[in-house]
């Protein structure tokens, strides 16, 4: 389900436009929308209490994004994170590799497993990632194998 537009920015310095989308119906898509409570990134009203942020770092064979040619061959990543227990599932792309990481500042605490999947320039599947944020203290690092 298409959710809309918006702006993230990955890192401090880029800004990147990419589609969100959820399984189930979104109650937001902004705080404004929630009264006295925030709209999560899987577009839930929460409380405030009940939100964490979210770093996902990746590297592509072991290598980090900032090395020359990393990421050759990789046209673009989606981010798909969930819930296993509600079964709530949010994905954000395109996501471009070289930044090597993502930020999700405002997310539901039942959202944990996080999955990272590597596409090549024409689109085809190269590879992916799984990962819980479960005891990962804020930076969850995966690595793509493509």
Request: charged content about 20%; hydrophobic content about 40%.
């Amino acid at each position: 389900m298409r959710a809309g537009l918006t702006a993230i920015v990955v890192g401090s310095a880029l800004s990147v436009a990419a589609c969100f989308t959820s399984a189930a119906d979104e109650s937001c898509r902004i705080d404004r929308d929630c009264g006295d409570l925030v709209c999560t990134r899987v577009g839930e009203c929460a409380s405030g209490a009940s939100v964490y942020a979210l770093r996902i770092e990746w590297t592509v064979n072991g290598v980090t994004t900032d090395q020359a040619g990393t990421c050759d061959g990789v046209g673009e990543l989606e981010l798909g994170i969930s819930d296993p227990t509600s079964g709530g599932q949010h994905a954000v792309r395109p996501v471009p590799c070289a930044p090597g990481s993502f930020f999700f500042d405002k997310l539901p605490v039942g959202y944990t497993d996080v999955t990272i999947t590597a596409y090549g320039p024409s689109g085809a599947f190269l590879d992916s990632a799984r990962g819980s944020a479960i005891g990962a203290s804020g930076v969850l690092r995966l690595d793509l194998r493509p």
